[in-house]
């Protein structure tokens, strides 16, 4: 009896050993061959982490208010923290930025802040890397956006810790309102105190993540990796292979498609709030294939459960959804046409990154729901058909619902979803 239990006990040792053995190899095995370049072996490597609030959702994240910079220089690891309006506005002259950036903050010149605004990563990285150097800043080896919902996720297994500057233990529950009261409440021109409270957490983190078991650690390099293959992590590289690689992965925010039809909506929320925090959407496709064509309908609601119009300190950092949305189609789209509750809407579309992009302003008041509907047709039958819904890079899920060829097919798009031919259907 005894020695059964003994192969019991082994047996079940074994599988725990194989099993933390090959999820170790799945997470790390195709970054091996940059292990030297991404851990500074041979000369130091530098990151600059944008840190997105996804409660204010922007092109490929949440709005990077502050942002990490660590120096990997094996086996040293210095890790350093800034608010973003430090380097931000140094540039001398000015650069026009995008129209809408310009009517939601009337800035002038285009600024860092603002600067996350392509939805192709790799063009938004180049921007963001051009402002960084003019704030006197570096032009960081890897440039990456790392969200807030990210290292919720992470805190999930880290659990509390605490933060002996502030007397505070910090818990997944709290981190957003304890860092974005340091950010705002009270907060005077030249304030040090968000990048103090950033500091303080994020040491702090950084050695309860150290003192875990290998379990653990395993466990978080999992989730981040997910959340990397989900383009909730999207990361720019100068190193010419690693970018090649990345793009490989789909790990670099590129944006491409290679179907007959593509959709992919963007949100920016210019409403100087978080009221992303407090959005709901649902997005209804209904694809027909009249006269040997393909007509695709795609009806978005949104609800916005804020609890006022305005934020209200300390108590919630929502309001009204002021969004700008770009809506980008395949390249040959015909016949399009927007409405809303309004009525039609008129917007000019240009052609860009391959698609025809569509821009416009939608406001989904605090307590209250907005829509819009997009219909275009493509001179495609429904033999040749096959389409793709692009994920917005950041946002972790946008609920889908597609009617087509008298099917009902829903997916939470949590990474980006194709839709094979339809042929023989």
């Not at 058909?385 to 997916?411: D, E, F, M, R, W």
């Amino acid at each position: 009896m005894k020695h059964s239990r003994l192969f019991v006990i082994l047996s079940i040792v074994l599988i725990l050993v194989i099993s933390v053995i090959i999820i170790f190899l799945n997470i790390f095995k195709p970054f091996l061959p940059f292990k030297n370049y991404l851990l500074g072996t041979d000369k130091s490597t530098s990151y600059l982490i944008l840190l997105g609030n996804d409660a204010e959702i922007r092109t490929n994240g949440g709005f990077a208010g502050s942002y990490a910079k660590v120096i990997a220089n094996y086996p040293k690891l210095d890790l350093s923290f800034q608010d973003i309006y430090v380097p931000n506005g140094q540039l001398q002259g000015y650069v026009t930025p995008p129209a809408p950036i310009q009517e939601a903050f009337q800035h002038g010149t285009w600024q860092l802040a603002n600067a996350d605004w392509d939805p192709d990563f790799a063009s938004s990285a180049a921007a963001i890397r051009w402002f960084m150097e003019k704030g006197n800043e570096i032009n960081p080896d890897n440039l990456v956006i790392l969200n807030l919902t990210s290292i919720k996720k992470v805190l999930d297994v880290v659990g509390s810790f605490k933060v002996p500057e502030y007397e505070a233990e910090i818990t997944p529950d709290n981190l957003y309102l304890f860092l974005q009261g340091k950010a705002e409440v009270n907060f005077f021109p030249g304030s040090t105190q968000k990048k103090d409270a950033l500091t303080a957490v994020g040491q702090a983190l950084k050695q309860s993540i150290l003192d875990l078991p290998l379990n653990k650690k395993i466990i978080i390099a999992q989730i981040l990796y997910q959340d990397l293959v989900n383009q909730n992590i999207v990361i720019n590289s100068s190193n010419p292979s690693f970018q090649t690689f990345l793009e490989s992965k789909n790990f670099a925010g590129r944006l491409t498609s290679n179907t007959p039809d593509t959709f992919l909506m963007i949100e920016a929320n210019l409403g100087a709030n978080k009221a992303n925090a407090y959005i709901q959407r649902q997005t209804t496709h209904d694809i027909t294939f009249p006269n040997n064509q393909t007509t695709h309908q795609v009806k978005v609601e949104l609800t916005n459960s804020s609890p006022e119009a305005n934020p209200n300190p300390p108590f919630h950092y929502g309001g009204d959804y002021k969004s700008f949305i770009r809506l980008y189609l395949p390249p040959n789209a015909q016949n399009i046409q927007l409405a809303s509750e309004s009525g039609t809407i008129k917007v000019a579309s240009v052609q860009k990154y391959g698609f025809t992009e569509i821009g416009f302003w939608q406001l989904t008041k605090s307590q209250n729901q907005s829509q819009f509907t997009i219909t275009y047709t493509l001179p495609i039958s429904k033999e040749k058909y096959n389409l793709t819904i692009l994920k917005q890079h950041g946002l972790v899920s946008s609920p889908q619902t597609l009617n087509i060829a008298g099917k009902s097919l829903t997916t939470s798009l949590t990474n980006d979803f194709f839709l094979p031919s339809l042929r023989g259907r």
